[in-house]
């Protein structure tokens, strides 16, 4: 009997890699993972291919696609030239806009950049300051390592220098809530209070704010007049195998553009 | 055959020795195996949190991880304002929760009538039932804007908040174990001071209670642990700003709420800084728990 057992293992543990050559592997980004796995799974039932998708983060995920160590790799910022190698192609799926968001009651419907910036570290506290009532502001972050919070910090400028690491320069005494709907609960419940989430995140219970006098709609962001988004970026090498270049062509094509959208991202085709 | 031997086999037939009571020491293995389950749980994660902990203590040094004030990694891992945070807001609860914890037992186990006491009771054990994300929801609808109208504050999300939600959470632990070490005490306690002419009242605060204590301590150890272990309900409504508390009314964040925040997204040294977290965590239970010993060194009932 243990022979028996012994010899299935055996097979099994060759044949296994056979059958798993036909699947798709993908890491990386856990804010890109969220609208890959939705779309692996439909790729899976119309196609009737495996895909894998793991959320190990924007690093980890630029880093397996250089290795190899997965077929895909998924970014939510910028990849910088010294993470790849001449191999690595980028493609951009799709893109999410970071809106900054206030109570519906608050009067302030527009802020620049620099105001929201100087917010965020802690030098204006004041709704007078920015053309609101005369209240005090409450910042309201996500927390340190969220892929929302990094982006925000890079395009709003929102880092310094500290011992040679680069740090956060969000003031230390801002409400810090984990995730999208904490943040969406705190400004919704609190008159003066500030956040920012993925657009896609934003409805009736709070507004978000126009930045430097242009709105956060989709339109925008596909323009590039909306300044606070990202992309949402899948990396692969040139020789990777025909079934990962069948699932990029997926994503890029009506239908897998269409979950992008249904997801509440924006579609670049 | 000398009858030395001879009385050496008499006893040795005597004794069951050669027949292994197996039932018997099945049992007893039994019972060994299963209190030994919690002593290795606690060395396994011990030995875990020491393991994934230690390169942070190495890299940026036990004093300025456990004294230092700000926390930015992966620049600076300082957690001073954590732990006086934890420290503040368990406290707080502590205040708070106890007295309210201690009259309710008094009052179950002497006072209430028996239809009262057969409302009341149930209805502080459904308390410990409720899962804390419920007390965080409770105190982020409730609690946080009652704090912001109270106080004219622009954001409730503060200490006061948490030490509110935590004061509540403990009482069942508090009452049930208080209200139980109460029931123990022998009759005799209570007749005897009433014989002496003392009044129910006197009787309760001078003789139950201080002859209740070491119950009473330990219901109350249980409810400080709750209180500092407790994250789920803390992070919705303490505002978890990793900033120095200037004052309760302020918001600020434990060490449970640095790790489960930050927990998901952390790598490398900033990871093992939330383990080291844990470990700060661990040394305030082992000192809670020593503590406990001795204030409790002299047993009574």
Redesign the interface.
């Known amino acids: 009997m243990k022979k028996v057992i012994g010899l299935l293992t055996a097979v099994g543990l060759m044949v296994s890699p056979l059958v798993q050559a036909g699947t798709v592997t993908v890491s990386g980004s856990?804010s890109v993972a969220h609208v890959m796995e939705v779309l692996a799974e439909n790729y899976q039932n119309t196609a009737n291919k495996n895909v894998e998708v793991q959320s190990t983060?924007s690093?980890?995920g630029i880093r397996a696609a250089k290795d190899g160590t997965s077929m895909i790799g998924m970014s939510s910022r910028n990849v910088k030239q010294s993470e790849l190698n001449s191999d690595t192609k980028e493609i951009v799926i799709a893109r999410d806009g970071i809106a900054a968001a206030v109570n519906n009651a608050n009067s302030v419907t527009s802020l620049t950049q620099t105001q929201i910036s100087k917010i965020y570290r802690g030098e204006i506290n004041n709704w007078s300051e920015v053309g609101g009532e005369s209240?005090?502001?409450?910042v309201v972050t996500r927390?340190?390592?969220?892929?929302t919070r990094g982006a925000f910090e890079e395009i709003m400028k929102l880092q310094r220098t500290?011992?040679?690491?680069i740090?956060?320069a969000i003031?230390?005494?801002?409400?810090?809530?984990?995730g999208n709907g904490?943040i969406k609960?705190?400004v919704a419940?609190?008159p003066?209070?500030i956040g920012y989430i993925s657009l896609g995140s934003v409805d009736s219970s709070l507004r978000a704010i126009d930045v430097d006098g242009i709105a956060a709609t989709d339109d925008n962001i596909a323009t590039g007049d909306y300044q606070i988004a990202r992309p949402f970026i899948v990396l692969m090498d040139k020789d990777a195998p025909r079934n990962a270049q069948d699932f990029i062509d997926y994503i890029l094509s009506e239908d897998g553009q269409g979950i992008v959208a249904s997801e509440g991202y924006i579609r670049v085709k | 055959m000398s009858t030395t031997s001879k009385a050496r086999a008499q006893g040795l037939q005597l004794a069951p020795a050669k027949n292994y009571d197996w039932k018997e020491l099945f049992f007893h293995l039994l019972f060994l195996a299963s209190a030994m389950i919690g002593v290795a749980s606690v060395t396994t994660i011990g030995w875990f949190v020491f393991q994934e902990g230690l390169p942070a203590f190495k890299e940026a040094g036990v004093l300025n991880l456990v004294f230092g004030r700000e926390w930015l990694p992966p620049a600076l891992y300082g957690i001073l304002p954590m732990i006086m945070s934890t420290l503040i807001s368990t406290a707080g609860a502590v205040i708070i929760g106890v007295p309210i914890a201690i009259l309710t037992a008094v009052f179950l186990a002497e006072l209430a009538p028996k239809w009262l006491a057969n409302i009341v009771r149930p209805a502080v054990e459904l308390l410990a039932g409720i899962p804390s994300v419920v007390y965080g929801f409770f105190g982020l609808i409730i609690i946080v804007p009652a704090i912001e109208t109270i106080f004219n504050i622009p954001a409730g999300n503060t200490i006061l908040a948490g030490i509110i939600v935590l004061a509540i959470m403990i009482l069942p632990t508090v009452i049930t174990i208080s209200e139980t070490s109460l029931r123990a005490l022998p009759p005799v306690y209570k007749e005897g001071a009433l014989a002496l002419g003392a009044s129910h009242i006197y009787t309760v605060f001078k003789v139950l209670i201080p002859a209740a204590r070491s119950g009473i301590f330990t219901g109350v150890a249980l409810g400080v642990a709750r209180a500092i272990g407790e994250t789920m309900a803390i992070i919705m409504v303490m505002g978890n700003a990793p900033a120095m508390p200037g004052s309760i009314l302020e918001p600020a964040r434990t060490l449970t709420a640095n790790i489960a925040m930050e927990m998901s997204y952390a790598t490398g040294i900033h990871s093992s800084a939330l383990y080291s977290t844990g470990i700060v965590l661990l040394v305030f239970i082992v000192l809670l728990n020593a503590s406990l010993l001795f204030l409790n060194r002299k047993r009574s009932y």
């Open positions: 856990t983060g690093s980890a209240r005090p502001i409450v927390e340190n390592g969220s892929g500290v011992n040679g690491h740090v956060t003031t230390p005494r801002a409400q810090v809530g984990n904490m609960t705190i419940n609190n003066y209070a």
